[in-house]
Every structure is written in C-alpha cells, then in structure tokens.
C-alpha cells in the first residue's frame, strides 16, 4: 500500500505555514494554542487546556476504534526561540526558509504540522488505530517547563514520538544527559578602591581564580562543563561586594556528573577560603539523563518503519535535552526523531518540502504499524 499517496502535501505545507505566520515565544504561546486546538478538533480530537502558573499544554485524545489496545503519544513543542516577530520566509527550490533576521520556526512547528496532517489522514481515510494521545508542550525552549508541569496523571501510554530533533529525517535521538545548573554567590568586602583597598575583598578577583581553576568545556566524551553568566561590582572606585556566577554541567554518566559537580564546587570553596571571601553554592537538576537500549522493541519496530519508508535510521546520542528527557523520567519510553528541520535556532533556519512530507510519513506510518494497536502482537 502506497501511504505517501495519502498525505495531502499541499494540506501539509498549508498547515505548517500557518503555524510559523503565528508569534509564539516562550510563555507567549496562547493565539498558536488557539489554531491548534482547532487544527486538532478538525481532525477529530478531544482536546483539554492544561495550564500552568506561567502558560499551559495542550493534551488532545484522537479516540481510537482498536478496543483493548495501548495507547501512544505524539508530541512537539509549541514555543519558538526568538526572534520571530516579523517573520518573513520564502519557498524557493523546495525549501522554505527564514530570509528575514528572524528564526523560521520550523523547530518546533515542523513537528506540529506532522502530527497534525497525519491526524487529518486518519480521520480522512478512516484508518483504524488505537487511542492516540497528543501533547503539545510550551516553554520547551526555556527550560521545559511545559513538560514539567505537565499532568502525566491524564496520560495513558507507556510509548511516545516526541518530535523535536532536527538534521535528516531518520535521526533518532536514544540517549541524552543530565543537566545541572548552578549559582555560586560570592561575597567579599567592598572598600574604597581609591582611599583603603587594603581593607576590602575583591570578589571579582577572588572569583576570576574560581574560574581559571574548575574544570570546564569537555571533561570527557560524556561530560561538559560551562560557566555561562556572571554578574558583579558596581563602580571603579569600588573593591567589588559581590559576584554571581551562573553554570552548568551536563553527563550521560551519573557518577562522572556527581564526581565532576564535586570537583568543582570543592574548588571553589576552596578559593573563596583562601581569600577570605564567603562562598554560597546552590544547585538544581534540572532534567536526567536517559539511554533507550538499542534492542529496545519500540526502538526496533521504528527502524522497521523508517526501512518501509525508504529511511536510513541514524540512532544519535545528543548532548542537548529536550521534553524526551522529561517524558522517560517520567516512565514513557519516547524516542526524539528528527522533523527534517536544518539549522534550527539560526537566521539560516529551513526545511525542505520533502523533508516535512518525509517526517510525516513517518509519523503516520508508525501510528498505522504501531503493535500496540494490534491485539495478536506482543511488543506492547
Ligand atoms: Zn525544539
């Protein structure tokens, strides 16, 4: 059966377009939710309004008519980066791509329009399935925050496609690390810089020794480290009261992660001791680390789909995180797959029309092979 001949290309690219003509940062994803929710009624949803203190998820339910199947879950994110006020694009050669000073929003909206337009073929062909679940996050770009406040007490699967990882389409995403991030204030003593700086503590100078000494970038093929921000002083003539210091570490590795955390903060002690400086360190986790095993069945029935639909599958190891980290913290085994979407939080931003029609394939694919929708076959 020709299922590509069922994906209505030009249904696709309208719907995607659409999506990216809506300005949707983070926190700011309300008029997207919108025409999403309606995108989502059209193709026969049940579609609930999560909400959060600072924005909301979209949870939609595309009821199947396989009884005593298991579920599965679809799921993109609803946020862009900035900039995307003022969006202008072009279609030229078969790509859409941002040519304004603004990103194109492919990341995530590829993905939405996927799941959207294969919604819209099930529907359409009457396609038989099981339940489909459908989660459409904010804030992921932030800091996932839609996925962490997410309700998984609504949700049924125990199988997900998250669709947010970008490159050819064929790349799945089956491992990613922790990620840790930290606040280290320290406190000097301010003097007149001029009159007695013998009597202060210089906190920029006690904190530039933190610096040079902890490790930081790659610590090893699992491991990075980062000092990203840091903010101190006031003037000139001021010995600096106090300066924050704003990092992170990330590791596929726990033990290597807690070592690596253990270093650096000791070190800094340390330093701040020496100098006489005070030394507060607080620190948060902000997503764990997952490593879908590669005999994995759900991993296995996906390499299947992409070989049916003329894909090579690329299993990758990341070192970003995403939702995907959240949903498998959370006991969901999901897999981040690529949309097709290129050069994704840049001005360069793009897509090739195939490649959305290609990622689509998939998705529908996966959803009419799924084994879960099948009584007779294990792999549940
Ligand atoms: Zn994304």
Not at 123 to 144: R, W
Not at 269 to 278: H, L, Q, S, V, Y
Request: charged share 25%; glycine share 10%; net charge positive.
């Amino acid at each position: 059966m020709n299922i590509s001949a069922f994906i209505n290309k030009d249904r696709l690219v309208k719907i995607f377009i659409d999506l990216i003509n809506i300005n949707s940062p983070s926190f700011g994803e309300k008029e997207l939710g919108r025409l999403l929710s309606q995108n989502l009624k059209t193709a026969g949803c049940r579609v609930e309004v999560q909400k959060y203190d600072r924005s909301f998820n979209l949870i939609a339910l595309k009821k199947g008519s396989i009884k005593d199947s298991s579920p599965l879950l679809l799921s993109g994110h609803m946020d862009t980066i900035e900039p995307t006020t003022g969006i202008r694009f072009e279609t030229k050669g078969g790509i859409i791509r941002s040519i304004g000073n603004t990103v194109l929003g492919a990341d995530d909206k590829s993905a939405l329009a996927q799941i959207i337009e294969t919604l819209m073929v099930l529907k359409e062909k009457k396609i038989p399935h099981g339940d489909i679940e459908i989660v459409f996050t904010s804030a992921e770009e932030k800091g996932l925050f839609g996925a962490k406040n997410l309700d998984f007490g609504r949700l049924k699967s125990r199988h997900a496609l998250i669709l947010d990882s970008g490159g050819p389409v064929g790349n799945l995403v089956i491992a990613a690390p922790s990620h840790i991030t930290y606040e280290m204030r320290i406190s000097g003593r301010p003097a007149h810089a001029g009159i007695e700086p013998e009597k202060g503590i210089n906190a920029i100078r006690v904190s530039s020794e933190i610096i040079a000494a902890v490790p930081d970038g790659r610590i090893d093929a699992e491991t990075t480290a980062n000092i990203g921000m840091i903010n101190g002083g006031t003037a000139t003539n001021v010995v600096p009261k106090e300066v924050v210091i704003h990092g992170e570490l990330r590791s596929h590795d726990k033990k290597t992660l807690r070592d690596t955390k253990k270093i650096i903060f000791d070190t800094a002690k340390d330093i701040a001791k020496k100098n006489r400086a005070g030394i507060r360190i607080t620190d948060q986790e902000e997503y764990r680390a997952f490593r879908i095993d590669r005999k994995e069945p759900f991993l296995r029935f996906l390499g299947g789909v992409y070989k049916d639909c003329g894909v090579e599958p690329v299993n990758t190891v990341t070192g970003g995180g995403s939702d995907a980290n959240i949903f498998n913290q959370q006991g969901i085994l999901g897999v981040n797959i690529s949309t097709g979407m290129q050069k994704v939080h840049s001005h360069d931003e793009y897509i090739h029309l195939n490649d959305l029609t290609r990622g689509c394939l998939v998705v529908l694919k996966t959803v009419m092979d799924f084994p879960g929708f099948r009584r007779d076959k294990p792999g549940r």
